[in-house]
């Protein structure tokens, strides 16, 4: 029999049931979790700062438009050409 993931609400449920000591650990449990997660991510390689850097770049030099804005010129483009 496969079990069912429990739900946020499902678990804190459970936790209010705790008596508060074990609450607090909960708590710190929980916080402590995030934190190696959060502080887990490894910085990005040399590659990535490189890509970044040229991305950076190129929307400083106005080389790059919004998808909306490609849109919007894909639009008018076909109204002048299609009409």
């Not at 190696?36 to 990535?48: A, R």
């Not at 909306?68 to 894909?74: D, I, K, L, T």
């Amino acid at each position: 029999m496969v079990q069912a993931q429990p739900t946020l609400q499902s678990v804190l449920s459970m936790a209010y049931m705790l008596p508060i000591i074990e609450q607090r650990v909960l708590i710190d449990k929980v916080q402590s979790n995030l934190y190696e997660q959060i502080y887990s991510i490894e910085d990005p390689s040399e590659e990535e700062k490189t890509r970044l850097r040229e991305a950076y770049r190129q929307a400083a030099a106005g080389e790059i438009v919004l998808q909306s804005e490609a849109h919007q010129m894909m639009r008018k483009f076909v109204q002048q050409h299609c009409d």
